[in-house]
């Protein structure tokens, strides 16, 4: 079979690679690219563990093929932190326990990530909608739900 290639963007770099036609984007990230971050969970796009935001979207990654990403804007957990300096959202998963085995941490991540840049100011209702496609078979969601809230507050400006 013959490879596709692709340019496409991932967290802010122009990134080129060949990929095989049927091959997903979360194979092409984690075998081809060396980002394993996102975690093959089910491969069936139900548990939320290999989630990225493409072109603004919070897709599966498993459900998306490695040559859909030509052209396309990728961010993956990777792109969240800015060199030492963790992300608001990071920080507040560390302070409030909000991880265990850290299988779905960082789909969580993205997944919280996307939702308070399209609303900045969620409910607590709203952040488990936001979050439903994400499942953790470790923890009550309660803490990752409270480092949300947190977090949201710091990224307006609300805590030092």
Request: glycine residues 12%; contains cysteine; proline residues 3%.
């Amino acid at each position: 079979m013959a490879g596709v290639a692709v340019s496409t963007t991932i967290n802010g770099d122009t990134i080129e690679y060949l990929c095989q036609p049927d091959e997903t984007l979360l194979d092409v990230l984690r075998d081809r690219l060396g980002l394993t971050g996102a975690k093959e969970g089910c491969g069936t796009g139900d548990c939320g563990a290999c989630s990225i935001i493409l072109d603004d979207r919070l897709v599966c990654s498993c459900l998306v093929l490695g040559a859909e990403a030509e052209g396309r804007r990728v961010e993956t957990i990777e792109g969240m932190a800015h060199g030492d300096k963790l992300h608001p959202l990071q920080q507040k998963f560390l302070e409030h326990a909000a991880l265990q085995c850290g299988i779905c941490t960082p789909g969580f991540l993205i997944a919280a990530k996307d939702l308070l840049a399209k609303n900045p100011d969620p409910t607590e209702e709203e952040i488990r909608f936001g979050l439903a496609g994400n499942l953790c078979r470790c923890t009550g969601y309660d803490k990752i739900v409270r480092a949300v809230q947190d977090a949201a507050s710091v990224m307006k400006g609300a805590h030092a």
